[in-house]
């Protein structure tokens, strides 16, 4: 199929503004699946979010995910993870938190680094997730 023949799932259907970058969405979204795939053959980056807002990128979508945002210092998080033992030392109750401000909190308890960062094969689950 050319580009030419592709057709838009639902030409009538609104566009929103990105929850993220405010850039326009279309909310065409496919209602019959083609392979399992419900996006609009023509506007296929648009991602509805799990609250109903819509995302006009993979990245925007991304972006909105409540793990990007650190709930500290409200700067971007990463997708990072501690072990648990770690963790519950350091910040139990802090929900989100960006290194940074995790390293922060470790500090004003007496745990100084250094730190060990290191690259996790990406996890299938978690993807799904965002
Ligand atoms: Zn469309
Ligand atoms: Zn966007
Ligand atoms: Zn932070």
């Given at each position: 199929m050319s580009e030419s023949e592709k057709i838009c799932a639902d030409p009538n259907a609104a566009v929103v503004a990105c929850g993220q970058c405010g850039g326009p969405v279309?909310?065409?979204?496919?209602?019959?699946?083609?392979n399992n795939d419900f996006r609009c053959p023509v506007h296929t980056d648009g991602v509805e979010m799990w609250d109903g807002r819509w995302a006009c990128s993979e990245r925007c979508a991304y972006l909105m995910h409540?793990?990007?945002?650190?709930?500290?210092?409200?700067g971007r998080n990463i997708v990072w993870f501690s072990d648990n033992q770690t963790w519950n030392l350091i910040?139990?109750?802090?929900g989100i938190l960006c290194p940074i401000c995790f390293v922060e909190k470790a500090e004003e308890i007496g745990i100084v680094g250094p730190w060990k960062l290191t690259l996790e094969p990406p996890l299938a689950e978690e993807k799904e997730q965002i």
């Open positions: 279309h909310t065409c979204d496919r209602k019959l699946p083609n409540p793990e990007a945002k650190c709930q500290k210092c409200g910040a139990p109750a802090d």
